[in-house]
């Protein structure tokens, strides 16, 4: 069974530009959730999709979206990136989401913004 | 609202000595505490987790953890370090059964030393 798959792997973009990052979970699994991670303010949730609705949210701008399709994969984008959007953004799946269940992640993409 | 503290944000140990990673957590509600393993890059491994029910959780490569509900603390140990447990270990607590907004502490970065 293939495990959560994160493309691209690496990101380069310059400020002010917009990105989309995909996340395909694991076959079966309809709940995928979103972290940041940085050095500086470590791993923070950034929502999580469910049936293609979004179920739950953290503390980030509107710049910050995303949305889940039929198929369960799911996009975050980033619009008018700023330097402090530099991060790994990893993505998780589950099967239901319940916190019962085992939560799989993915490798991430690694963001750079210059 | 939740969130969690590790103590020391580096550990240093002898290959065949105790690994001991402290997390102390603060949540409004019963929790349900996670640790996690990070891999250079890498995403995130569940090493084990306390939902309910029996205290002492036994999870993957001889981990185990206790959950102490009066000292609010859920630390990590392992009899026997080994040089594969090199990595990063994440703590984190959500607030029950709802669903996958997972607050993470600031992680502690492991080496072990032969």
């Known amino acids: 069974k293939a495990g959560v798959t994160q493309t691209p792997r690496y990101l380069i973009k310059t400020r002010g530009q917009q990105v989309t990052l995909s996340c395909s979970p694991i076959?079966?699994?309809?709940?995928v959730s979103w972290y940041q991670q940085t050095p500086g303010q470590g791993l923070q949730f950034l929502f999580e999709?469910?049936?293609?609705?979004?179920?739950n949210k953290g503390n980030f701008p509107g710049r910050f979206s995303g949305r889940q399709f039929s198929n369960s994969r799911s996009e975050m984008n980033v619009s008018t990136l700023e330097l402090g959007d530099s991060a790994l953004y990893l993505c998780?799946?589950?099967?239901?989401?319940?916190?019962?269940?085992?939560?799989?992640f993915g490798s991430g993409t690694q963001l750079s913004v210059l | 609202a939740q969130s969690v503290t590790q103590l020391g944000s580096h550990v240093s140990v002898s290959e065949g000595a105790l690994v001991l990673l402290r997390c102390n957590y603060s949540?409004?509600?019963?929790?349900?505490l996670f640790w996690y393993v990070q891999y250079p890059n890498q995403g995130l491994q569940l090493l084990l987790k306390?939902?309910?029910?029996?205290?002492l959780v036994k999870g993957i490569n001889g981990f185990e953890a206790e959950f102490k509900k009066s000292e609010t603390s859920f630390h990590l140990t392992k009899p026997s370090a080994h040089m594969s447990d090199a990595a990063e270990y994440f703590c984190?607590?959500?607030?029950?059964?709802?669903?996958?907004?997972?607050?993470f502490g600031g992680g502690t970065r492991v080496l072990v030393k032969p």
């Open positions: 998780a799946s589950t099967g239901t989401g319940t916190t019962n269940e085992k939560l799989f």
């Open positions: 076959s079966g699994h309809r709940s």
């Open positions: 999709y469910f049936s293609e609705t979004q179920r």
């Open positions: 949540s409004s509600v019963p929790p349900y």
């Open positions: 306390y939902t309910t029910g029996a205290t």
């Open positions: 984190a607590v959500t607030p029950g059964a709802a669903g996958n907004k997972l607050t």
